[in-house]
Each structure stands twice: as structure tokens, then as C-alpha cells.
């Protein structure tokens, strides 16, 4: 079946350098992808919707210039923290759709990120 | 605006009871999709069902069951004779259909103990 790859799983880092994550859909194009972000005990609050070849669109309270997201082939979105902060610790989990109508969402494994 | 109500925020219960999670949703679509996610402490988001706005039918698989009800906007999740690996967050969400995001309800954690 369909899988999206979420790399890397779990990192740790300094405050004020920046980190990338990617999401990678593994046998299909994924025209959309969604990125999520869960902090402790809490729900999943959607951050940004990537489209392939565009610019993402951000959710309300989302700092763009914090948050890049770069979604340039079909088969790869990336989210980069940048000057992260202890505060942007967080689960962050992408998702990925294929570009038929009413196809099924499918979810990363997600990347747990400590900022020390 | 679409919206996810889980009230639940802890159950707990003791291996082999019964469990209901329950959700309740908004939405002003005539058409929609319904999932429920398992996440472990892993982290991991498990799918679990999905179900669209015109399929009514209660559906059971396995231990599992659904019961969807458009008049009380409510689709609510069964775990018959619960055991302690079905111990994790389990989320309910709604999404409109084409390419919109999933919209989660705050989780139910549910602890089953041995």
C-alpha cells in the first residue's frame, strides 16, 4: 500500500540552529501535503498545506519565515525550523495525498524534535 | 467551520470491559469524510476507519465497531473486550472531500489495565 516516509524520526538540537525534516510519499505523487504539529498531551494542529511547484499555505499563527516549507517534486515536501527555539519542541507529522479526487490521506511516522 | 469534539479526555478501564469513545462533529458539507486514528506512545497516527457522509451502516472489524449517526453528528467508537495493547490516543477527525486537510478533535486517551 502507499507509505510516506518521515525523516528523521527524532532529533536534537541547540536553540538557534535550524532543522530539516522531510516527507517523502514512496510510491505515489503526492500533489498535496499537510504538515501537523502535536505538542505534548495535545491534538494535532495543522500548520501549513504544501503544494507541489507553489507556495505553501499557512495556517493562521504560523510563522512562515520560521516554518519553511519547500515542496518541489511530487514526491517530496520538506519542513525546515529554522532558529529553533525550546519552544518549537515538538511532534511534527506530515501527511500526503495523491492527486486523485477523494484520495485517501496518508500519515508519516513523524519527527520528534527536542530543542535544547 | 468544521469542528471535533472528543469530551472524553482519560478513560480508564480494566482489560476484557467494554470501552465507547465517543465524537461529535460539525460541519456545514452535505458531503464529508469521518476517521478515527490510533497513536501509540510511539507517536504514530494508526488509521483506524473512514467513512463518508452517505454510508450510514454501522461497520464492526474485529474488536472494533462504529456507529455513525448523521442525526446526532456523532460517530462514536467501540472496543469490545478491551485489552491493554489497545492502551493508546485514539482521535477522531473530519474532513471535507477533494484535497482538505484532516481536521482532529482533542483525543481520547485510553488506558486498559491487566
Known amino acids: 500500500g502507499a507509505v510516506v516516509s518521515q525523516h528523521p524520526s527524532r532529533v536534537i538540537c541547540k536553540s538557534g540552529t535550524s532543522v530539516k525534516i522531510e516527507c517523502r510519499s514512496l510510491?505515489?505523487?503526492?500533489?498535496?501535503m499537510f504538515w501537523y504539529r502535536q505538542f505534548p498531551k495535545q491534538s494535532l494542529m495543522l500548520m501549513a498545506t504544501?503544494?507541489?511547484?507553489?507556495?505553501?499555505?499557512?495556517e493562521q499563527g504560523v510563522e512562515k519565515d520560521k516554518f519553511l516549507i519547500n515542496h518541489a517534486s511530487l514526491t517530496l515536501s520538506t519542513l525546515t525550523v529554522t532558529s529553533a527555539h525550546p519552544e518549537d519542541s515538538s511532534f511534527y507529522i506530515c501527511?500526503?495525498?495523491?492527486?486523485?479526487?477523494?484520495?485517501?490521506?496518508?500519515f508519516g511516522n513523524g519527527t520528534r524534535l527536542t530543542v535544547t | 467551520a468544521q469542528k471535533v469534539t472528543q469530551a472524553q479526555t482519560e478513560i480508564s478501564v480494566v482489560e476484557k470491559e467494554d470501552v465507547t469513545l465517543d465524537c461529535v462533529y460539525e460541519?456545514?458539507?452535505?458531503?464529508?469524510?469521518l476517521f478515527w486514528y490510533k497513536q501509540p506512545p510511539s507517536g504514530e497516527l494508526v488509521f483506524l476507519i473512514r467513512?463518508?457522509?452517505?454510508?450510514?451502516q454501522n461497520e464492526i472489524s474485529g474488536r472494533y465497531s462504529w456507529n455513525f449517526q448523521k442525526s446526532t453528528s456523532s460517530f462514536n467508537f467501540t472496543i469490545t473486550a478491551s485489552q491493554v495493547v489497545d492502551s493508546a490516543v485514539y482521535f477522531c477527525?473530519?474532513?471535507?472531500?477533494?484535497?482538505?486537510?484532516?481536521?482532529f478533535g482533542k483525543g481520547t486517551r485510553l488506558s486498559v489495565i491487566a
Open positions: 501527511s500526503a495525498r495523491a492527486a486523485s479526487y477523494n484520495s485517501p490521506l496518508h
Open positions: 510510491d505515489f505523487q503526492a500533489t498535496t
Open positions: 504544501s503544494n507541489e511547484g507553489s507556495k505553501a499555505t499557512y
Open positions: 460541519t456545514r458539507d452535505t458531503t464529508y469524510y
Open positions: 467513512r463518508n457522509s452517505f454510508d450510514e
Open positions: 477527525a473530519l474532513s471535507e472531500t477533494g484535497n482538505t486537510p484532516l481536521v
